[in-house]
């Protein structure tokens, strides 16, 4: 799909990983889209969190040093 249609889908998917978390979530805001996909998620009390999505075995268990 487009560039558009990548960051679309991520952020359906970052709402919903963001469930999986004890955090409000007030807001997701969209950063960056390339090698990573990540999101500004800020709660209800303003805190600020950082979610990062990465494409299925970018990083694995056999990747890292």
Known sequence: G?????VRQLRRFAQE???AFP???REIAFIQHGENTT???TDKRNERYLLRIHRP???TAHSRP
């Open 23 to 25: 955090v409000s979530v």
């Open 2 to 6: 487009t560039y558009l249609t990548q």
């Open 57 to 59: 075995g970018y990083h």
């Open 39 to 41: 999101f500004r998620l």
């Open 17 to 19: 990983a963001a469930q």
